[in-house]
C-alpha cells in the first residue's frame, strides 16, 4: 500500500486512486460536479471519504459512480490535556 498526496492534476489523481478523502469548504463543494470530471474518476468500488460539513453524502453520491462508497468522517479537534 502506498500513500501519494495530491494538490494538482486532481482528475488524473483520482483515476488512480482506490481511497480519495475529500476536504474543502462546503461552498466550494459545488465546484466538484461542474464539468463531469468527478463522474470520469473510473474503477470500481473506490471510497470517497467526505471531510465536509453541511454536505450530505446524498449529494456526493450524485456526481460520483454509482459503485464509489462514499462516507462522511467528522474530524474533531484535540481537548486540553491530550498526551497524544
Do not use: Q, W
Request: glycine share 14%; charged share 20%; proline share 5%.
Amino acid at each position: 500500500m502506498s500513500v501519494e498526496v495530491r494538490t494538482g492534476g486532481n482528475v488524473r489523481g483520482l483515476r488512480r486512486a482506490d481511497v480519495i478523502i475529500l476536504g474543502c469548504k462546503p461552498p466550494m463543494c459545488a465546484d466538484i460536479g461542474r464539468g463531469g470530471h468527478v463522474r470520469g474518476i473510473g474503477g470500481y468500488h473506490k471510497l470517497l471519504v467526505s471531510i465536509i460539513s453541511e454536505v450530505k453524502i446524498a449529494s456526493l453520491k450524485e456526481v460520483v459512480p454509482g459503485s464509489t462508497r462514499v462516507v462522511m468522517a467528522m474530524p474533531n479537534t484535540a481537548f486540553k490535556g491530550c498526551r497524544c
